[in-house]
């Protein structure tokens, strides 16, 4: 047996390595001239699979999560097929996983550069993606420049727009947005996609879309073979996002239902159905036991034979925002307004004629998942124009002296080169909730909330060495400052509950009307909770208002909220005890205003005063004594005639209004009946007070 030296080895090893070298850099069709006899029927299937992947792949509407399970076990067989790379790098980047593209479509650029036209184009995408800036910017200057006149006249403003993006990315990324993210955790998330979170106006109520296997009907899309989407809830109970659940028929169907909006009072839901008119929005209403009545598609205001999606209330009901695809915008969906009203039954919206909000808004790209915010002027959207890092981005626009402000993009990393789309924000705008996928999550998409730090304060140094913090829990961003106020919105949120002044117990669907008292107009009209008697409303600032409260077998109720200017979102909290009609029955008229030490009523007083008369009139048995009430400045003598005089007043305005006037009496107590201390101006501020009292019913 001829020996073999050991140079000799040496040298078959380095042209064995080099042959397999050649072979992972060359395009290795799948021909049977390319694989030894006994991986044949290795061959055939690995040529099956990819012709089961292609029935996805070229369809009329694309599947590229299905495709891509066949094309992967195909490349496990050959990893060197030049055409197979090119669909798995595509695939991925129509997926949610788009980063994963890029080895595959390096791979297919090396084994074969003129593998398909747009190869380059799709690595550029998968670089921006991938916020591998410089290296797409790049890429999209190299396909750009082998592109004919032609083809630059067609495709020379998108690239460019894609170059413009990169650019934009690197400023965002240099300037990131100091936040945390934390996943929901398993209470909401599951092993399934979920997706499009929006909560109410207190962050108590979460609803999001989910295809889970618990999918009302239980039937999958024999498109994609994913469960019809459904809404699910989930609420906050001591801080903590309780099991989500299904609500199942009516608000959910047998095919696709999507929530796209929120009442700010969590009572009224707007839907998603895509199976007619191109996709339509409807809206969906909590019945008084807390079930969901039958959606209603919105008229055709807002619903039109084209394509109309998001949609978001304003926090006062009096006008929807959404978008619509429908000609004549500006390019794309653009975003609507139409206002609306309650007119008749209580339970019918009007809406007036949308008008589209404008060209500081809408662009020529597509705008989509609008959100207004409970200011009622901070207006939040997505957007593929404007100066987006790349796809959607998340932007917001205020409303103020008659105008939109320059859409401000939220910044990096809230937005990235992928599409942001669909976020809800808190009340002030410090939490944001959005869908994202994250390898260490519960499975496809999760929902997140972020929470907003705002500017990092300057660091202030000081000589005092003994206070040293450590930190002692990981978290999943580095930030060294703590929370920091964002001072823009002025409402408040005004809540609380409904009860009987005895038994304690919630009275639902009790009417509460608000008014503007100096400008003498109702502002907002809902019911109370029926379960729970519970009641929400978002008030702007700054302005004195008039709570009218009126159930069935219940003495009227008038509260007065002034509530003070501020530049932060506050939380007011206002129980509300009713008590029922009897003789002796003794209400405070809150509401009604005298001139300064004199017995002329104030305009302000006049919604009070016809909420009165309304009362009267409704119960025209019932007879009433006005009383008029004074503090202890001054003297006993002229206090009694000054509160006289007052309660007198009050009963010739009930006069005039067609009451009659032996059903009421007026006295005036002066300083005798106190229900406070005189020894502040809040307890002197009570005592002075207009009262009525049940004679007889």
């Known amino acids: 047996m001829k020996r073999i030296r050991p140079k000799t080895i040496a040298i078959i090893l380095f042209l064995f390595a080099f042959s397999w070298q050649i072979a992972g850099q060359t395009n290795i069709l799948f021909e049977k001239e390319n694989f030894p006899p006994e991986q044949k029927n290795a061959l055939k299937e690995a040529i099956k699979e990819i012709k089961s992947g292609d029935k996805y792949f070229y369809d009329d509407i694309p599947v ?65 993606l991938n916020l591998n800036l410089d290296e797409a910017i790049g890429r999209y200057n190299e396909y750009k420049g082998s592109l004919s006149p032609h083809e630059l006249s067609q495709l020379g403003d ?30 909401v998330n599951t092993k ?84 007619d008119k191109g996709g339509d929005i409807f809206e969906c209403r909590i019945k008084e036991d807390g079930s969901w009545k039958l959606p209603k598609r919105l008229p055709k205001e807002i619903n039109t034979d084209f394509h109309e999606s998001s949609a978001s209330f304003s926090p006062d009901m009096k006008g929807l925002y959404f978008v619509s695809d429908k000609p004549g915008g500006f390019g794309g969906k653009d975003i609507y307004f139409s206002e609306l009203s309650i007119k008749g039954n209580k339970d019918k919206l009007d809406y007036e004629d949308a008008v589209n909000l404008g060209g500081v808004i809408n662009t020529p790209y597509d705008e989509q998942g609008v959100f207004m915010n409970v200011d009622g002027k901070t207006l939040y959207f997505s957007s593929k124009g404007h ?53 260490d999550g519960y499975g496809h998409r999760d929902i997140y909330m972020i929470t907003i730090l705002g500017p990092e304060k300057p660091v202030v140094f000081q000589n005092d060495y003994d206070y040293l913090a450590f930190l002692i829990e990981p978290v999943d961003e580095v930030v060294l400052e703590g929370k920091v106020e964002i001072k823009e ?61 009126k159930a069935k077998e219940y003495m009227f109720h008038s509260e007065n909220l002034i509530i003070p200017p501020s530049t932060i979102v506050q939380e007011i909290y206002m129980d509300i005890m009713l ?39 409704d119960i025209p048995t019932m007879k009433i004594e006005i009383s008029g009430h004074t503090d202890n400045i001054g003297s006993d003598l002229y206090n009694q005639q000054l509160s006289e005089a007052r309660a007198k007043a009050v009963v010739e305005y009930l006069t005039d209004k067609g009451i009659f006037v032996g059903r009421m009496t007026y006295v005036g107590y002066g300083e005798a009946q106190p229900i406070a201390l005189n020894d502040s101006e809040d307890g002197r501020q009570m005592n002075r007070r207009t009262e009525f009292t049940v004679i007889s019913k």
């Not at 030490?597 to 006049?606: G, N, Y």
């Open 64 to 128: 590229y999560s299905l495709a891509i399970e066949y094309y992967l076990i195909a490349n496990d067989f050959n990893p060197n097929n030049a055409l197979l790379n090119y669909k798995i790098g595509k695939c991925y980047l129509k997926t949610i996983q788009k980063t994963k593209s890029i080895p595959y479509l390096e791979k297919a650029l090396l084994l074969d550069p003129n593998i398909r036209p747009d190869i380059v184009y799709l690595l550029a995408q998968g670089y921006h």
């Open 158 to 187: 998108e690239i460019d727009k894609k170059i413009s993006e990169c650019k934009v990315a690197k400023e965002m990324i240099r300037n990131p947005v100091r936040l945390f993210i934390d996943n929901l955790g398993p209470q």
């Open 192 to 275: 399934f996609p979920e997706y499009g979170p929006y909560i109410n106006a207190d962050e108590t109520v979460l609803m999001f879309t989910s295809s889970r296997d618990n999918t009302t009907g239980g039937k999958t899309d024999p498109l994609d073979l994913m469960y019809f989407e459904d809404i699910y809830i989930s609420r906050k109970i001591d801080e903590t996002w309780t099991k989500t659940t299904n609500p199942g028929s009516p608000l959910n169907s047998y095919s696709h239902d999507a929530i796209v909006g929120v009442s700010p009072d969590g009572k009224h839901a707007l839907i998603y159905k895509g199976e």
């Open 387 to 439: 100066n987006t890092m790349g796809g959607y981005d998340i932007f917001k626009s205020v409303f103020e002296d008659g105008k939109w402000s320059l859409p401000e993009n939220l910044g990096y990393p809230i937005n990235t080169p992928d599409d942001d789309i669909f976020f809800s924000f808190s009340r002030d705008g410090r939490h944001a909730y959005y869908s994202s996928f994250d390898p």
């Open 489 to 549: 919105t002025q409402i408040a949120i005004v809540k609380g509950r409904i009860m009987d002044a005895v038994t304690l117990s919630p009275l639902g669907g009790v009417i509460v009307e608000i008014y503007d008292n100096e400008l003498g107009r109702l502002v907002a009209s809902f019911e109370s909770n029926t379960r729970t008697g519970e009641y929400m409303i978002s008030l702007p600032s700054g302005e004195n208002y008039g709570f009218g409260i």
């Open 579 to 617: 008590n029922k009609v009897e003789v002796g029955s003794k209400i405070i008229l809150k509401n009604i205003f005298f001139d300064f030490d004199k017995a002329t009523l104030r305009p302000e007083s006049a919604a009070e005063l016809n909420r009165l008369t309304k009362m009267l009139n």
